[in-house]
């Protein structure tokens, strides 16, 4: 049983369009969501994360969103680059002990962006 | 900056041998991660390790073990090997009990045949 669903499995925007993505959950002890971007063959890396005190946080061109009675949250890439084109996974985890590094991942998203 | 270092990158293992994956956390980072992820997968957590202690145990299977030694670095040793163990190993590392970032190395492919 997938515990964060993501969607779509795959996007491809045009270079200057914004890429949207979409994650839910169901255990509503997560209280850590972070977004990660992987290129073929290297580890996730950390883009950005929320917590649930909040309904949005930016940074750059990176935007999460977040909505808790929802148990939903959304990454939104504005001016799409060729360079953003890897895979982009959401993540949940929860508090207590080292637990912050125990995610929880969506499926994932495949994201293409066209020059 | 310093990063997660593992070792080996790549390693190729027939059916029912063993295989040791090594993992080297970021300096001054106390909590140890490792991630198994099949192709096209999401990763998947498997265990942990906080001050050289199991901190907390996914999906990992009995004919695994892994354990943290007291300079922070950690080793994840396979058995019996299948083919489905075929998959990149993340290690991954941070500092324990708070919230932040979490590093992770750049993986080792295990391929089974």
């Known amino acids: 049983q997938q515990q964060v669903k993501q969607s779509p499995q795959s996007l491809i925007v045009q270079k200057g369009g914004i890429s949207i993505i979409n994650c839910a959950y169901e255990n509503t002890a997560f209280d850590y969501f972070p977004w990660y971007q992987q290129f073929p063959g290297k580890g996730p890396a950390l883009l950005i994360a929320i917590r649930p005190d909040v309904s949005e946080k930016k940074e750059g061109r990176f935007t999460i969103s977040f909505n808790k009675s929802a148990k939903q949250f959304s990454l939104h890439i504005m001016d799409s680059q060729p360079g953003d084109s890897a895979t982009y996974f959401c993540?949940?985890?929860?508090?207590?002990?080292?637990?912050?590094?125990?995610?929880?991942f969506g499926q994932g998203t495949i994201l293409t962006v066209h020059p | 900056a310093a990063g997660v270092i593992q070792s080996p990158r790549h390693l190729i293992k027939e059916k029912r041998e063993t295989a040791t994956l090594k993992c080297y956390p970021i300096p001054r980072h106390d909590t140890v991660y490792w991630y198994q992820q099949g192709p096209g997968q999401d990763p998947q957590f498997l265990i942990s390790?906080?001050?050289?202690?199991?901190?907390d145990k996914g999906s990992i299977p009995d004919r695994f073990s892994a354990q943290q030694f007291s300079d922070y670095h950690s080793e994840l040793n396979m058995s019996s090997l299948e083919l489905g163990d075929s998959a990149l190993y993340f290690c991954?590392?941070?500092?324990?009990?708070?919230?932040?970032?979490?590093?992770f190395g750049e993986g080792s492919r295990l391929t089974v045949l």
């Open positions: 390790f906080y001050e050289k202690m199991q901190s």
């Open positions: 991954a590392s941070k500092k324990g009990g708070v919230a932040g970032e979490l590093f």
């Open positions: 993540a949940a985890a929860y508090a207590g002990g080292t637990s912050y590094g125990k995610l929880t």
